[in-house]
């Protein structure tokens, strides 16, 4: 799925309504010391090693408290970075660039985090044609941004909410009574509303497997919490008749090992949700 994270309307959003829990009525701090006219620069300092993410993001926080804020951009999104690099100078009111600062690291911070992370990860198996994929574990509100470090990171984006992708989970299978009444539920389903959605299926062993390739209707078959074994056996038997992807319990240790069992993706919620963010901060340059 190739998203225009930049352009992507829920991206002012998310910049507004951080403007609205942070500010209400004022920053008053800033409106008690700092002349309202007064002007200077900043610089944004990396304070930690990893991937920058997050550099277009602030601009748009910038722009969008006060178009007259000027960036010089040093360091790109997607960059490596080292502690003492300056990702950018800001320049402009004081005043407006203290309110955007919070807002701005932020969102920074969590998305280097979550694309150093990434980035970690797709190292140990870029030789293997398996790709690395995001969840919707996400943090509410600001799924965009996250999502989008994954990308910079240099992961792949699954499904951005539930409106995107049929995915049957256990939830789903267990009230429909069974793999096969779900799948033919939701073929029906998008035959009858004409919508262009694939369909993805959970399975947790190979009679799940078996069953679900066999109904020829899902694109996608998850294997959620196989042994490594299983899946390679899982793998054998689906021979690319559909994508195949794993889920559950993925992490840095044991990622290399599921992609040598011949899956196509592997999905990893610990990427948007057990990610530690980098330290970075913003200074008035006098």
């Known amino acids: 799925?190739?998203?225009?994270?930049?352009?992507?309307?829920?991206?002012?959003?998310?910049?507004?309504?951080?403007?609205?829990?942070?500010?209400?009525?004022?920053?008053?701090?800033?409106?008690?010391?700092?002349?309202?006219?007064?002007?200077?620069?900043?610089?944004?300092?990396?304070?930690?090693?990893?991937?920058?993410?997050?550099?277009?993001?602030?601009?748009?926080?910038?722009?969008?408290?006060?178009?007259?804020?000027?960036?010089?951009?040093?360091?790109?999104?997607?960059?490596?970075?080292?502690?003492?690099?300056?990702?950018?100078?800001?320049h402009g009111k004081v005043a407006s660039i203290l309110k955007s600062e919070r807002i701005v690291l932020n969102g920074m911070q969590r998305m280097s985090g979550i694309a150093t992370q990434t980035y970690q990860m797709v190292k140990l198996i870029q030789d293997l044609p398996c790709k690395l994929l995001d969840t919707r574990k996400t943090t509410p509100g600001i799924r965009l941004l996250e999502k989008w470090a994954v990308k910079i990171g240099g992961g792949q984006n699954h499904r951005m909410g539930l409106y995107d992708l049929i995915m049957i989970k256990d939830n789903h299978i267990d009230y429909c009574e069974g793999i096969l009444h779900a799948l033919k539920k939701a073929h029906k389903y998008i035959s009858e509303n004409q919508l262009n959605l694939k369909i993805?299926?959970?399975?947790?062993?190979?009679?799940?497997?078996?069953?679900?390739?066999?109904?020829?209707?899902?694109?996608?078959?998850?294997?959620?919490?196989?042994?490594?074994?299983?899946?390679?056996?899982?793998?054998?038997?689906?021979n690319k008749k559909c994508i195949v992807e794993a889920s559950g319990n993925v992490t840095i240790e044991n990622l290399r090992e599921k992609a040598l069992t011949g899956v196509d993706f592997i999905s990893c919620g610990a990427l948007t949700h057990s990610f530690k963010s980098l330290d970075i901060s913003l200074k008035i340059v006098k």
Do not use: W
């Not at 748009?60 to 990702?87: C, M, T, W, Y």
């Open 1 to 90: 799925m190739m998203i225009d994270f930049e352009n992507h309307p829920d991206l002012n959003k998310i910049i507004q309504n951080a403007f609205d829990e942070d500010l209400k009525d004022g920053d008053h701090t800033t409106l008690a010391t700092i002349d309202p006219n007064h002007t200077a620069s900043a610089k944004c300092l990396i304070k930690d090693h990893g991937i920058l993410a997050g550099i277009i993001y602030a601009k748009k926080v910038f722009q969008f408290i006060d178009p007259s804020l000027e960036l010089e951009i040093l360091r790109n999104d997607g960059d490596i970075v080292h502690f003492g690099d300056i990702a950018f100078y800001v």
């Open 200 to 238: 993805e299926v959970e399975t947790r062993n190979l009679e799940e497997v078996k069953i679900a390739l066999d109904s020829g209707i899902p694109d996608i078959i998850m294997l959620d919490n196989m042994s490594n074994e299983m899946m390679k056996e899982a793998v054998n038997y689906v």
